[in-house]
């Protein structure tokens, strides 16, 4: 035997919702091959899913991957709760203290376990500068993307950008009104660009530094795992060089412990039997993500839309949405790819986030597009003209979505079959990229193989 070392794979994704999710999806298909996974996240996430996983209600189905998953934390190196939530704070701590934190987990795992040292680092690119400490390590660093390959490909053309002076050094589009990687990704506007959502220059520059590290990241490995497919993205997964799309990444069987799933809220399944006495293609499904925040009147144009529309409707309503909101919750948090893939559903008004927009697409539900910021505007352009599977819901001159307009693309989606029918045709590709031979599949086959050589 040359090699008798069993791979050992160190999963770090950044600790938002949206991305620590589709890492453990991606976990739980490596353990499937029986390969062991280390999944570390920061300690306040950690506990946050620790204590969702006690108050969500336990499903009981049995998976053998799980045994192949140990979960673990490290500290975020900010001891201040308020300092947590400082999204300025977390990154700067991060970047500092991530790289010793686990340079001593590392050496701790492959001390004890001889047989069992980390033979890999799979990076969420937005803490790409880890691979420094993957590589130091003697472990190989494997990047993933968890938005879309377009996002990718846009921030690996930065330098490009700024280079033309199309770009200026705080992310602002300075020429042209629109930028064009290819004329099959949709263009992007100044405010859609994922790092313009906010009108604070030190916010954005933030935000564009993160997505010029992106760049730094992706040079250093071999591999990025894109959680796309060739068949949804072909012209970004072509402008990425070693990209390897190997999504849409989806749900195994739902995990027998809830711990698995990395909820940050506790799933309420009592949704599920209620949508089992709708009628088939009956319920719009709403849900805005982990992170959007709306104003009251926006809540209240949203609930007066529902309501006027005369749809059942089924609402996440987080319990931090709104500002100071005494809003009533409808269900707090959802098994949301369950909900996707109920007969009951005919409709998906959703923010837009990556996850969210694989979920509804893999599962050929149509929708209506209410993003909120980063690159969910560029998803919802993909969305409605690129797939030509939903319709926008637009802001008037105040900047907010008024019940009317609510209405009013609750009705045109109804008895809007083209849409449907697009959304059916996506759910068949997706289907295929993942099946048995399809191009993810292959590819994720591959990257089995490189794991275990
Ligand atoms: N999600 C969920 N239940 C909910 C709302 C969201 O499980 O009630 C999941 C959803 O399935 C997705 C993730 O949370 O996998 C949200 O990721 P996305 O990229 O859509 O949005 P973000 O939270 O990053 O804005």
């Known amino acids: 035997i040359i090699n008798s070392k069993i791979p050992h794979i160190l999963v770090v994704p950044f600790p938002a919702q949206g991305h620590v999710k589709p890492l453990m999806k991606l976990s739980r298909q490596i353990a499937k091959h029986g390969i062991k996974v280390t999944f570390v996240n920061i ?3 950690h506990e946050k899913i620790v204590s969702a996983a006690k108050r969500s209600d336990e499903v009981d189905e049995d998976e053998d991957e799980e045994h192949n998953i140990a979960m673990t934390s490290i500290p975020e190196g900010i001891s201040s709760e308020d300092d947590k939530s400082d999204t300025f704070k977390l990154l700067e701590s991060l970047r500092s203290t991530m790289p010793g934190f686990l340079t001593d987990l590392i050496e701790r795992i492959n001390s004890t376990n001889g047989d069992e040292k980390i033979s890999c680092v799979i990076a969420d690119v937005t803490i790409g500068w880890i691979l420094e400490t993957a590589e130091k390590m003697g472990a190989e660093p494997v990047v993933f993307m968890p938005s879309s390959a377009a996002a990718f490909a846009m921030a690996l053309h930065i330098p490009k950008l700024l280079e033309e002076g199309s770009l200026d050094e705080n992310g602002t589009i300075t020429k042209d009104e629109t930028i064009s990687l290819s004329e099959n990704i949709p263009s992007w506007t100044k405010n859609e660009l994922c790092w ?4 604070d220059l030190k916010t954005q520059k933030l935000f564009f ?13 071999k591999l990025l795992l894109c959680n796309t497919s060739q068949e949804l993205e072909p012209s970004a997964c072509n402008l990425i060089p070693n990209s390897l799309p190997i999504g849409p990444l989806l749900n195994l069987k739902t995990p027998k412990s809830s711990f698995i799933s990395c909820n ?3 799933e309420d399944e009592s949704c599920i039997s209620w949508l089992n006495n709708k009628p088939s293609k009956s319920v719009i499904y709403v849900s805005f993500g982990s992170l959007a925040i709306f104003s009251q009147q926006q809540l209240d144009e949203l609930a007066l839309g529902l309501e006027l529309s005369g749809h059942a409707f089924l609402w996440v309503v987080r319990s931090d949405l709104a500002n100071g909101s005494q809003f009533g919750k409808i269900v707090e948090w959802a098994p949301q790819v369950k909900v996707l ?6 409709c998906f008004l959703s923010h837009c986030g990556w996850n969210s927009t694989l979920e509804g697409l893999s599962n050929g ?7 909120y910021f980063a690159d969910q505007y560029h998803n919802q352009n993909y969305v409605c003209d690129k797939w030509g599977t939903g319709l926008r819901i637009d802001s008037d001159e105040n900047g907010i979505r008024t019940r009317y307009e609510i209405k009013k693309k609750i009705d045109m989606l109804s008895c809007d079959d083209v849409l449907k029918g697009n959304a059916l045709k996506m759910k068949e590709i997706c289907d295929k990229s993942v099946g048995e031979g399809g191009s993810s599949y292959r590819n994720f086959e591959m990257f089995i193989d490189h794991l275990r050589k």
């Open 43 to 45: 300690e306040s996430v």
């Open 196 to 199: 313009s959502f906010s009108n």
């Open 209 to 221: 530094d993160c997505s010029l590290r992106v760049q730094k990241a992706a040079y250093q490995t």
């Open 264 to 266: 940050f809220h506790p």
């Open 341 to 346: 893939s109920h007969v009951s559903v005919g």
């Open 365 to 371: 539900v149509p929708f209506l597009c209410w993003p």
